[in-house]
């Protein structure tokens, strides 16, 4: 069975894709940006403060499946600059402990609404 994940706090999606989907015991978050579910804006005033919502968002669809970062198995990281690694590890690293997930980080050439990160996530469901 396949269902959607739906919850105010992240941001209502810009396209036709859900903010996750369950299916199983897993748990499929859509790429998030930095938008403010509350005011709709972008929080992009650095790449630090950018990751910090990127996150906050994943956290809020991985709570409303409930689930959370403890339960991340896979995480696919954006970057429109590869010289913001280590910033991004920074912040990224504050929400994970050993182990870590399995991850790949990309530098693309841009990204939606023209912003620094975008980061998807897979998890499973707690048994």
């Known amino acids: 069975m396949i269902s959607r994940i739906q919850t105010s706090a992240a941001p209502v999606p810009m396209g036709p894709f859900s903010q996750g989907i369950i299916a199983g015991n897993l748990v ?3 790429a998030q ?3 403010d579910a509350a005011t709709g804006k972008m929080k992009m005033d650095s790449i630090e403060e950018e990751t910090r919502q990127v996150m906050k968002n994943i956290e809020a669809i991985l709570a409303a499946a ?4 403890s339960h991340v198995v896979k ?3 954006f970057l429109k600059d590869m010289n913001d690694y280590e910033k991004v590890n920074e912040v990224y690293r504050s929400y994970f402990s050993e182990p870590y ?6 530098q693309v ?3 939606p609404m023209f912003v620094n990160i975008e980061i998807s996530m897979t998890a499973i ?3």
């Open 66 to 69: 409930g689930t959370g970062f």
């Open 109 to 111: 050439g841009a990204l």
């Open 75 to 77: 995480a696919s990281l």
């Open 125 to 127: 469901l707690p048994t």
């Open 101 to 106: 997930p399995a991850r790949e980080t990309i």
């Open 33 to 35: 940006l930095a938008r």
């Open 28 to 30: 499929f978050v859509s």
